[in-house]
């Protein structure tokens, strides 16, 4: 296992136009977690999921997002009518629910992202 | 509400000298701290993490300290290096045992020069 894998790393679209991208956690990791990052700015929360529950939405998740984990391993996160606002890098991270306090314990390990340009 | 911030978006350090990347954050309910080293082209990569009920935790060249009193943490680098180039994130989260929500800073761009 290489770690966590995101597609397309890249995607130029029209405003207007879906997209959807696909995470591929840590075969062990239970946690699925969608981020958004925009040029200069530390990653935001967007979503994440235990297993194939999605347990808990930012309000910055309007309705044009979805998010899926449908057997608790990849993930998938579609944006619909794309606007010039939703172009930034999405990044996955995976985790490992671990209740010890030790240093690491439930660590996120990010993928690379999938950065969107909207035109 | 929320925010976790740093003093200087910019630093530079001659290699093998010792740098330090202050961090401040906004949320007295924060449990967990943790720092994160982002490359170009790459996702956010862990570095170390501390809890509220510790003041100072090292690594291997690098030592976090937590000060709750003026909600302050601090990410040292000992002997910089080249591949110490980066932007780095401070983030925090109220549990370290529940789901990462983690909110993260700024980012400061350290470089370190030949």
């Known amino acids: 296992d290489t770690g966590v894998s995101q597609d397309p790393r890249h995607k130029i679209t029209k405003r207007g136009q879906n ?3 696909r995470c591929d956690p840590i075969s062990e ?4 977690y969608w981020y958004r990052q925009t040029l200069g700015q530390g990653p935001e929360f967007l979503t994440y999921f235990q ?3 999605q347990l808990e939405k930012s309000r910055l998740l309007s309705d044009r997002f979805s998010a899926e984990r449908p057997k608790g391993s990849f993930s998938t996160l579609e944006i619909q009518r794309t606007e010039q606002g939703d172009s930034a890098m999405y990044l996955c991270a995976s985790s490992l629910r671990d209740d010890s306090e ?3 314990a439930n660590v996120l390990t990010f993928g690379a992202g999938s950065r969107l340009t909207v035109l | 509400g929320e925010s976790v911030g740093l003093h200087l978006p910019t630093l530079s350090v001659q290699e093998g000298d010792n740098s330090i990347i202050n961090c401040a954050y906004s949320n ?4 967990y701290f943790i720092w994160y080293k ?4 790459k996702g956010p990569q862990f570095i170390i993490d ?3 009920n510790m003041d100072k935790r090292q690594g291997q060249r690098v030592t976090v300290l ?6 302050h943490l601090s990410l040292q680098i000992a002997a910089t290096q080249p591949g110490d180039s980066a932007v780095y994130f401070c983030a925090e989260s109220p549990v370290i045992q529940g789901a990462q929500k983690l909110v993260f800073g700024q980012g400061t761009r350290l470089t370190i020069n030949p």
């Open chain 1, 51 to 53: 297993n194939e529950a």
């Open chain 2, 50 to 52: 501390i809890r509220s």
């Open chain 2, 66 to 71: 937590l000060n709750k009193t003026v909600k």
């Open chain 1, 102 to 104: 030790s240093s690491g």
């Open chain 2, 28 to 31: 007295s309910a924060s449990d």
């Open chain 2, 38 to 41: 982002q490359e170009s082209g």
């Open chain 1, 19 to 21: 997209v959807t991208f």
């Open chain 1, 29 to 32: 990791h239970n946690r699925l």
